[in-house]
């Protein structure tokens, strides 16, 4: 399949920048399909992890490109033989080949690293380039630079980065080595040589060997620490560093695309505002796509901004915050935006709520993933066993009237998907992540066996027992309770990006709120076509479902009343407990989505993929 990045860039570039304010309003008809989906195996709880004699046991959302390469974080049981298996894996389903480990807890980190250091964590859901098979992943590990400072006082530095195969082998594409003099280039651009503190998020590959990527940093202003936080990119090449350490991807610094020293655009105000927060961006081709605000709890200002990853980026919004909601009422505008962004090069799907009526959700720690993390959210928050109590649990309010949508960077329309209400009742998951502070914290890092969308205590189904989605993740940032909304899109299912034509595959959830917590809720992954907006919504894997249906080794052998099992019994197939997708799990007709399958007593989950059809 040919690129056709360039021929939308130079044919249509200019409509963008004149049409990007204009909306189409949106009918809904909420009619719901159930479609046979064929699903491939990429990965299941019964997959001996490579290098390893365990069996997988938990799964990130998955990433796909369009050769069908699906890249995934995973992990094994911990057991004793020791710590988990933690590694970042890979498997072509179009080939057909077998599973590969990109790193793993084993894996030398790359240059620069003369310590001899390996990875303990892939803190993050890795993700891979749209056009080629280029994969990026942070990763955290021990010191793996041993320098010395002006004083002479021997030290050591860089303890996460972000790595990546665009010429082969794994390199170093950004890396918190940049206070070491030999590695400036590592460095926070125009700021003179401080060093990256954490790089959270996912970080986007495009164009095989750009890395683009957020970036967390502290300076001193008037005697004070101040953090910040930026968007950048970097392009890498075939070249040593410094001429002597190699494989790398050279020595060219990175570039800045927006940070906290950065006026947000705004074509009605004249403010001279600055961005607040900015959040990990996407990319596909030449282009990106990140979301900034003034205030990322309480955004007035700010939205979504595009820019061309050529030399000083010049940002362009896209969506932003006081925009026109499409179909609604004329004083219906955008007061939030999703920091979580799917792109493929043409076609922009977010989330986003409007508004001032709420409703109140009381969430309860998880049950399932790294340990001390859980205990310093019960530390916290309480421990779950008084539900619907003023006293225990996180207290929080979601907006009523949300909805998933799609931006069109050629036209510059926006067109609405699903919303609640009518459509269904939530698209926003929570979880509790980020680094635990002494004396439970450490290291952090062990993301543990939730599914990364842990809503009101509800683990997803997975755990040591079961096999589940992978969850926690730490970003480097304190440990709070975060929200989260899932959205892919695809203008390709055609195979023409040309068109306006695109499919969109989001999370969402149908239920009532009792108490503070939704009562029997259904959660599922749907899917829908556009930019028709009477096309149905098409079940791809809901709670309850037949999990025989995704994989036919979901099931269980029936037990007697003593918890043994029954001799002879007929396996009974488990049913669909939790499912995860991701920005970059829906490129071209390619589908790839984690689910988990659980009961009482048995669990089973993986990574599955599936050709999304041009109709239903």
């Not at 004699?53 to 990130?60: A, H, V």
């Not at 062990?446 to 993740?473: L, R, Y």
């Not at 023409?496 to 009792?514: H, I, P, S, W």
């Not at 979901?554 to 029954?566: C, F, K, L, R």
Request: charged letters at 15%.
């Amino acid at each position: 399949m040919k690129c056709p990045h360039s021929r939308v860039l130079s044919v249509y570039l200019p409509a963008v920048l004149l049409l990007a304010s204009s909306i189409v309003s949106a009918q809904s008809s909420p009619v719901v399909l159930n479609h046979a989906f064929k699903w491939q195996v990429v990965v299941n709880n019964g997959v001996v992890v490579p290098g390893d004699t365990r069996t997988f046991n938990s799964y990130n959302q998955p990433s796909v490109n369009v050769n069908r390469l699906v890249v995934f974080r995973a992990r094994s049981k911990g057991g004793t033989t020791g710590e988990p298996a933690h590694g970042i894996f890979y498997r072509n389903m179009r080939l057909g080949t077998e599973l590969k480990t990109l790193f793993d807890r084993n894996t030398l980190v790359p240059q620069p690293n003369d310590l001899s250091s390996t990875f303990a964590e892939p803190p993050a859901f890795p993700r891979i380039d749209m056009w080629s098979n280029t994969m990026a992943s942070r990763g955290g590990h021990q010191p793996d630079w041993n320098y010395f400072l002006p004083d002479g006082t021997e030290t050591r530095a860089g303890t996460a980065g972000i790595y990546t195969n665009p010429f082969g082998d794994l390199i170093t594409g950004a890396s918190n080595l940049g206070i070491v003099p030999d590695f400036g280039f590592f460095a926070v651009p125009g700021t003179g040589g401080i060093k990256f503190d954490v790089f959270p998020g996912a970080p986007a590959i495009t164009d095989r060997s750009t890395l683009v990527f957020k970036g967390n940093y502290t300076v001193t202003e008037n005697g004070v620490s101040v953090g910040k936080t930026g968007v950048y990119y970097r392009k890498m090449k075939n070249a040593p560093i410094g001429g002597t350490l190699s494989p790398a991807g050279g020595s060219s610094p990175a570039i800045l695309i927006a940070s906290s020293d950065t006026i947000i655009p705004d074509p009605n105000r004249n403010l001279k505002v600055k961005f607040g927060s900015t959040a990990p961006p996407s990319a596909a081709g030449p282009f990106a796509v990140f979301a900034g605000f003034d205030n990322e709890d309480h955004p007035t200002m700010g939205g979504i901004y595009g820019t061309v990853l050529i030399g000083t980026p010049k940002l362009l919004s896209l969506v932003r915050i006081g925009g026109k909601v499409p179909g609604e009422a004329a004083g219906a505008v955008f007061n939030k935006l999703s920091e979580g962004l799917s792109f493929d090069g043409r076609f922009l799907g977010f989330w986003g709520a409007w508004g001032t009526e709420t409703k109140e959700l009381v969430l309860q720690c998880p049950s399932d993933g790294n340990k001390n993390r859980i205990a310093y959210c019960k530390e916290l928050y309480g421990d779950g066993e008084i539900p619907g109590t003023v006293s225990n649990g996180f207290h929080t309010t979601v907006p009523l009237h949300q909805g998933i949508f799609v931006y069109d960077l050629v036209t510059g329309l926006t067109r609405a998907v699903a919303k609640s209400p009518g459509d269904f009742s939530d698209f926003i998951y929570w979880n509790f992540s980020g680094k635990v502070p002494p004396p439970q914290g450490g290291t952090g890092g062990d993301g543990g066996a939730g599914d990364g969308t842990t809503f009101i205590g509800d683990a997803g189904g997975g755990s040591d027992e079961g096999g589940g989605m992978d969850g926690g993740e730490d970003d480097g940032e304190p440990a709070r309770w975060r929200s989260a909304e899932f959205v892919a899109v695809s203008g390709l299912v055609d195979g023409n990006l040309l068109n306006q034509n695109y499919d969109v595959a989001f999370k969402a959830r149908t239920g009532e709120v009792v108490n503070g917590e939704y009562e029997n809720p259904t959660d599922g992954i749907y899917l829908r076509k556009g930019p028709d907006t009477l096309q149905p919504f098409v079940t791809v894997a809901a709670t309850g479902m037949d999990g025989t249906s995704i994989d036919p080794a979901a099931t269980y052998i029936p037990v007697d009343e003593s918890g043994n099992p029954i001799a002879g019994a007929t396996p009974l197939p488990l049913p669909v407990t939790a499912m995860g997708i991701e920005r970059d799990g829906f490129r071209s007709n390619a589908l790839a989505i984690t689910v988990s399958m659980a009961n009482d007593v048995a669990g089973w989950g993986g990574v599955y993929l599936t050709t999304v059809p041009t109709k239903f």
